[in-house]
């Protein structure tokens, strides 16, 4: 895992650019602590932060193929992720006459694609976002993995474009301003309600998961590369069973690769529990000895718990039965929940934008601590995705047909924002468009009908919304203490398999992610295959609410505060006296995290609003 950048001119000469790529890619030094490097040429510069995990010695980046040194490189490859086929793509290209001068999967890739061209992209199986920058036809291509699980952002500038793996990186150059206008702050004020390849700030998109961005002489084109395909599901629900059994665990097994020490997260719920069970299972059959685990918890969480319908249960009894039924050496890592709100600061840094509060820093604050001791772990994102384990797959109420079924407080947003904001971005517009291109996108089956035509839809509202905006959350706060996740459940090959099954045997037995835990059943205590879905763990304490309020109120005090501009101060105010928001379950009301978040964003990155 490392952080790329880079900047590419046909009409300008770059070959000078080397303080500025330097620092472009030392933005994000916590991306890649290990080591960094630049190449230039006259139209194009590349710069690469490393997080070194596979073949130490001779992996560094920006990377060229062997050859004489006094001839140009045919290509040049800055790289971020895993390629977990890399070792059978190397017999390929080795079988095919390509020398290897060692074991990274970055020079896979590189051999790759001047063996097939674009077309090896294909063949890729992993988590990834690269530049490569063809020299004989002066082309560059910005590629990022088929769901999205690493990012890659890039804006044009001139003759060209300027790309990072975060906006800090591509903000560093002195030609990218870092503005703001009403579509990006309508998405900072929804959750994951963006289309795809839609940033936050001016001008500075995303690629789109599964395509390429090409940039020649001729400007700028998109391809996409990977689409989910539509087709009837011809197998019984034993041999789905069986099937989701061989691919999550083939899934694993090929992510246990690393030179570095690897570890897994662990919840006690179903998902991070099945990654533990199977990744467990496959070090002791190849004698990598016990698999490490650990837990996240807050100080104080046995008295000031309380179950709602999103958190129903403590994780820390399910995860003492894990790790003791499969054998795991673990370690809990306990959260003092009055040092959250001092965390917003650095989540928001990791970020480079607000994000969801208390949840990114729970993460954070795990991963910091994680950190110590691995560099490498693996997660269990993406199972509730696609097998459906949130509140809106389990009823019917809660996935209305007009709307995305987790934008509900869109009206409460609304009124906290102040009256000319609210008229610039029309919240309710713009989410009620954005389900209309969802919508658009859904990749039908003929003769689908009824409540599996509408499955279909929430799935892929989930798959191309939803899952991103938490991928996301889970590579900002990890690489902000360089710590690489892995995420077994986004195998794309498990993926496209579950597309096609039937809602009927996602949950079989009548319980949310039925097809999962019968998939996993042998593995696992009862009480955790039988155990309801329980949300990640968040602080529930009297001192935090405190702190929240303290710095809400300091901020509404401030005339110079900027973030005045946009909200309804009257309400705010009303929200942090209210009682009625801050009592029983000990919950700050999830607004006013992100509107602290928002202050310390337009302050520290001088954001201006364009609206």
């Excluded at 001779?58 to 140009?72: E, H, I, K, R, V």
Aim: proline share 7%.
């Amino acid at each position: 895992m490392c952080g790329i950048t880079g900047w590419v001119d046909h009409t300008r000469d770059l070959s000078g650019q080397g303080p500025l790529l330097t620092a472009m890619a030392t933005t994000m030094a916590p991306r890649g602590p290990d080591g960094s490097g630049v190449w230039l040429s006259p139209h194009a510069a590349l710069g690469h932060r490393r997080l070194a995990l596979i073949d130490l010695a001779t992996g560094g980046q920006p990377m060229t193929p062997a050859g004489p040194a006094d001839t140009a490189p045919p290509a040049v490859l800055v790289f971020s992720g895993e390629v977990y086929n890399h070792g059978e793509l190397r017999a390929e290209l080795t079988r095919r006459g390509h020398p290897f001068r060692g074991r990274s999967d970055t020079e896979v890739v590189l051999r790759a694609y001047l063996e097939w061209g674009e077309g090896a992209f294909d063949r890729l199986v992993g988590m990834y976002a690269f530049a490569l920058w063809d020299t004989r036809t002066e082309t560059l291509l910005l590629v990022r993995d088929r769901l999205g699980i690493k990012p890659l952002y890039w804006t044009r500038r001139g003759d060209g474009v300027i790309f990072g793996s975060e906006p800090k990186a591509v903000l560093a150059h002195p030609e990218v301003p870092a503005e703001v206008d009403a579509e990006g702050l309508a998405a900072l004020f929804t959750v994951a309600i963006k289309p795809p390849g839609q940033g936050v700030y001016r001008g500075l998109d995303e690629v789109r998961p599964g395509h390429v961005v090409r940039v020649d002489r001729d400007g700028v084109r998109h391809r996409r590369y990977w689409e989910l395909t539509t087709a009837p599901h011809t197998d019984d629900l034993p041999a789905t069973v069986a099937e989701v059994r061989r691919l999550l665990g083939d899934a694993v097994g090929s992510q246990l690769e690393s030179d570095v020490p690897l570890i897994a997260l662990l919840s006690g719920g179903i998902d991070s529990s099945a990654i533990v069970a199977l990744a467990a299972r496959r070090l002791a059959e190849d004698g990598g000895g016990r698999l490490a685990t650990y837990a996240l918890d807050f100080t104080g969480s046995e008295t000031d718990f309380k179950p709602d319908a999103l958190h129903v249960s403590r994780d820390a009894p399910f995860v003492r039965a894990v790790a003791g039924h499969v054998g795991t050496d673990h370690t809990d890592v306990s959260v003092e929940t009055t040092s959250l709100v001092g965390e917003l600061g650095p989540a928001l840094r990791a970020r480079d934008m607000p994000g969801v509060g208390d949840l990114d820093v729970s993460l954070l604050l795990l991963f910091r601590e994680v950190r110590r001791h691995a560099a490498v772990t693996l997660s269990g994102e993406g199972a509730d995705d696609f097998f459906g384990g949130y509140p809106w797959f389990r009823a019917e109420a809660e996935r209305p047909t007009d709307n995305f079924p987790w934008s509900a407080g869109v009206k409460d947003r609304n009124a906290q924002l102040s009256p000319q904001l609210r008229e610039a971005l029309d919240l309710d517009a713009y989410v009620a468009d954005a389900y209309r291109t969802a919508l658009a996108e859904v990749p039908r089956l003929d003769g689908e009908s009824g409540a599996d035509r509408r499955m279909r839809e929430v799935f892929h509202l989930q798959i191309t919304r939803f899952l991103p905006f938490l991928l996301d959350r889970k590579d900002r706060m990890s690489m902000a203490n360089g710590l690489e996740v892995r995420v077994p459940f986004c195998d794309h090959r498990l993926v496209e398999y579950l597309w096609n099954v039937p809602w009927e045997f996602k949950r079989t037995g009548g319980q949310e992610k039925g097809l999962l835990r019968r998939a996993v059943a042998d593995l696992l205590p009862d009480e955790v295959v039988r155990r309801p879905k329980s949300g990640f763990p968040f602080g529930h304490s009297p001192a935090y609410l405190d702190a929240i309020r303290r710095t809400v109120r300091t901020i509404v005090a401030d005339p110079a505060a900027p973030v005045l501009d946009l909200v309804n101060v009257p309400a705010v105010r009303a929200m942090v006296d209210s009682d009625a928001w801050f009592s029983g379950d000990f919950t700050p009301p999830p607004w006013l995290p992100r509107l602290i978040q928002l202050d310390q964003w337009l302050r520290e990155y001088g954001v201006r609003v364009v609206l």
